[in-house]
């Protein structure tokens, strides 16, 4: 299956900060990248849709300005999270789709745990 | 508003039994469906997928489709402890949309 990855796995950062997340898919092209964020023990919730080359569309309720996302290529999408505060802290997730035909596929990396102190 | 429902278990079956999560859906347009496993603290990984009404089979796991029904389930033969996590249906309309998640199903498997 294709192969996506995430960096940093997990990271640590004082209320005030910011923190970049970076999302790459290592043996495919992927024109649209999802951002998700998950709460312990709570469902997937989407944050954003990422596409190569323009700009983020973003779910109600998220802020763009605080979620800032660059799809700078065709195999890297960043999420940069703007002063973190300590709700900030949760596991965020993305994810690259891939596309042949008619078959649209999601994969998913494996998440970074933000925490925020 | 899309929803997709599914039953949150958590749902037990014995080493080597059958397990079946089910999933329906709202939007009568949607195309393309899918199954996630996710592992506690881990993300969630694509097990399988399915397009058109029937059955699916890849390994130990069967997808059904029943878009009449907008019913889609995932069996899981000869369940393994390993097989323990979230199962999560995903449904998905034409082309680039957004996938719209259940809440997801626990599954235990008991050795």
């Known amino acids: 299956g294709a192969v996506v990855s995430q960096h940093p796995s997990w990271v640590i950062c004082k209320s005030g900060t910011s923190v970049k997340i970076e999302c790459r898919s290592l043996?495919?092209?992927?024109?649209?990248m999802f951002w998700y964020r998950q709460f312990p023990k709570q469902s997937l919730m989407l944050m954003a849709t990422?596409?190569?080359?323009?700009?983020?569309?973003?779910e109600q309720g998220v802020e763009k300005d605080k979620f800032l996302i660059n799809h700078a290529s065709l195999t890297l999408s960043t999420l940069t999270v703007t002063s973190a505060h300590p709700e900030d802290s949760s596991f965020y997730i993305c994810?690259?789709?891939?596309?042949?035909?008619?078959?649209?596929?999601?994969?998913f990396g494996p998440g970074t745990r933000l925490t925020v102190t | 508003q899309k929803e997709v429902e599914q039953n949150s278990g958590p749902l037990s079956v014995p080493e080597g039994a059958i397990a079946s999560l089910n999933c329906t859906y709202s939007?009568?347009?949607?195309?393309?469906f899918f199954w996630y496993r996710q592992y506690s603290g881990k993300s969630p990984e694509l097990i399988m997928f399915?397009?058109?009404?029937g059955d699916k089979e890849d390994g130990r796991f069967t997808a059904q489709l029943n878009k009449a029904s907008q019913y889609v389930s995932l069996l899981i033969r000869d369940s393994q402890p390993s097989d323990s996590a979230t199962y999560l249906c995903?449904?998905?309309?034409?082309?680039?949309?957004?996938?719209?998640f259940g809440k997801g199903t626990k599954l235990t498997v008991n050795p």
């Open positions: 939007d009568r347009g949607s195309q393309s």
């Open positions: 994810s690259a789709e891939t596309v042949a035909g008619l078959s649209y596929e999601q994969y």
């Open positions: 990422s596409n190569e080359g323009s700009k983020a569309t973003y």
């Open positions: 043996d495919f092209q992927a024109t649209t």
């Open positions: 995903a449904v998905k309309g034409g082309g680039s949309e957004k996938l719209v």
């Open positions: 399915i397009y058109s009404n």
